[in-house]
């Protein structure tokens, strides 16, 4: 078992974990900044500077970004809303989580709580749990619109962490994709599984396990511990 302990409960982080739609973020957001904003960047630029931050965190800096100065209320609340509404709009009409995913899910939840750490807001993730039968799955769901303070703070993971009830967080095995979303988790303690393809790293060379490849290979070590436990 994990540090000779059992596990208690599994967090998953959704874009990028959960849900493969990294590359749909990246396209909505490169769109949106010029639409909206006039401002040029590139999928490479998103996935070095952006990745794993929440929504609302995303949209500042891309105003900070574009220098912009008047009407930055407006602009946020309405760059925001329509990227939650173009998302919501594109993991309807092609769901994003695999069958594999939602499979282990499933199966850890037969074992242990399960809870959702994300920095999406809640609409989008609900939408998408709810295409793919998972919305009744988590002991909780924390949001970017639940915190203060996104990833890399670990504010998320502390919420979900009280909503458990578990006082030692290294018997939480975490499952994220980012470095923002690592450095959260780790900075608690929390035992935590890097999955996903990065694009920033895998432009160099540097391939992690899909959530598929993790449900069919890498994830049976953490069923098998789970087991032991029950």
Known sequence: MLRGAPVEAVAFDFNGTLS??????????????????????TRDWYFHELVGLSDPE??????????LIDDREATFESLLAAKVERYCQEVRRSPRISPDAIAF?????E????????????????????GAG??????TVVCG???????PDPEGFEIALVSLGIDDPSRVVVFEDSVAGLTAAQALGMWTVKVGVNQAEASRGLYQH??????????EWLIDDLEKCV
């Open 111 to 130: 074992l242990v709580p399960v809870v959702l750490v994300s920095g999406a807001v809640h609409e989008e993730v609900d939408a998408a749990l709810m």
């Open 20 to 41: 493969e739609d990294e590359p749909l973020l990246a396209e909505l957001f490169v769109a949106l900044a010029q639409e909206q904003l006039g401002l040029s960047i």
């Open 210 to 219: 899909s959530m598929e490849r993790l449900s069919l290979q890498a994830g």
């Open 145 to 151: 619109d639940d915190v203060v303070r996104g990833k």
């Open 105 to 109: 899910v499933k199966r850890v939840g």
């Open 58 to 67: 995303i949209v500042e800096r891309l105003m900070q970004r574009a220098n």
């Open 134 to 139: 998972l919305e009744h799955l988590f002991h």
